[in-house]
């Protein structure tokens, strides 16, 4: 089983309610999610999870870095001259600066995990 540390999520167990400041996504092995419904692994009591709700983070933290980047690329007096590329650039820096700590403090409390039932799986013929 491989695993893949993501630092700008907060995970917290469960089953066992250990809290780390990353999660650590299953990439390859027998409890390895699909790329909509990833899985991940709790290192104290070794039991798969899956973040809950996932499009509650997105919704909040995609908006937040749109507009973030629009402030950036705007950011630039109007009769200064400078290339796209450099006003890019400089949104690009934004973003990263500003989303690190955003998307830690949002996965903290809008990412909610519940344990993986990896003998249970459903398919979409299954669900009609």
Not at 14 to 25: F, H, N, R, S, V
Not at 67 to 86: D, H, M, N, R, V
Not at 101 to 113: F, G, I, Q
Request: glycine fraction near 6%.
């Amino acid at each position: 089983m491989k695993l893949w540390k993501w630092h700008t999520l907060i995970f917290k167990c469960p089953k066992c309610g250990k809290e780390t400041d990353y999660a650590l996504q299953v990439t390859d092995g027998p409890h390895k999610g699909t790329s909509w419904d990833p899985a991940y692994w709790c290192e104290q009591c070794n039991t798969p999870a899956r973040a809950r709700e996932p499009w509650l983070f997105g919704a909040v933290y995609g908006p937040l870095m749109a507009i973030i980047a629009a402030f950036a690329y705007e950011a630039f007096p109007k009769g200064l001259t400078l290339p796209s590329w450099t006003c890019i650039a400089f949104a690009t820096l934004c973003c990263a600066v500003i989303g690190w700590p955003l998307s830690r403090y949002l996965s903290r409390y809008l990412v909610a995990w519940e344990a993986r039932d990896t003998g249970a799986r459903v398919t979409n013929s299954e669900r009609l």
